[in-house]
């Protein structure tokens, strides 16, 4: 049952992360962040990306994206100001 419990776990925890993303990503310009806020992979140019008041924030998948809308605003002013 622990063993159950534990995969639903990470499987809620990486759902919607469909990267198969390259390590050798270069940030692209304009964006704040060099990887993904949810998996840590890495985002570059072609990655999808989200705008919050000016900045432009990269992600390693459309599913990554999605959930950065699910973030209160004091989640995202916080991500964005530790990424300065």
Same mark, same amino acid.
């Given at each position: 049952?622990?063993?159950?419990?534990?995969?639903?776990?990470?499987?809620?925890?990486?759902? +919607?992360c469909q &990267?198969t993303g390259?390590?050798?990503?270069?940030?692209?310009? =304009?964006?704040?962040?060099? @990887? $993904?806020?949810?998996?840590?992979?890495?985002? +570059?140019?072609? &990655?999808?990306?989200?705008?919050?008041?000016g900045e432009?924030? =990269?992600?390693?998948?459309? @599913? $990554?994206?999605?959930?950065?809308?699910?973030?209160?605003?004091?989640?995202?002013?916080?991500?964005?100001?530790?990424?300065?």
């Amino acid at each position: 049952m622990k063993l159950f419990a534990a995969i639903a776990a990470s499987t809620f925890i990486f759902a +919607g992360c469909q &990267s198969t993303g390259s390590s050798s990503a270069k940030a692209a310009p =304009g964006m704040i962040n060099d @990887g $993904c806020p949810f998996s840590g992979k890495p985002v +570059g140019e072609g &990655s999808p990306t989200a705008d919050w008041h000016g900045e432009s924030v =990269g992600f390693c998948c459309g @599913g $990554c994206a999605k959930r950065w809308n699910d973030w209160s605003d004091d989640q995202k002013n916080g991500y964005i100001v530790a990424q300065k």
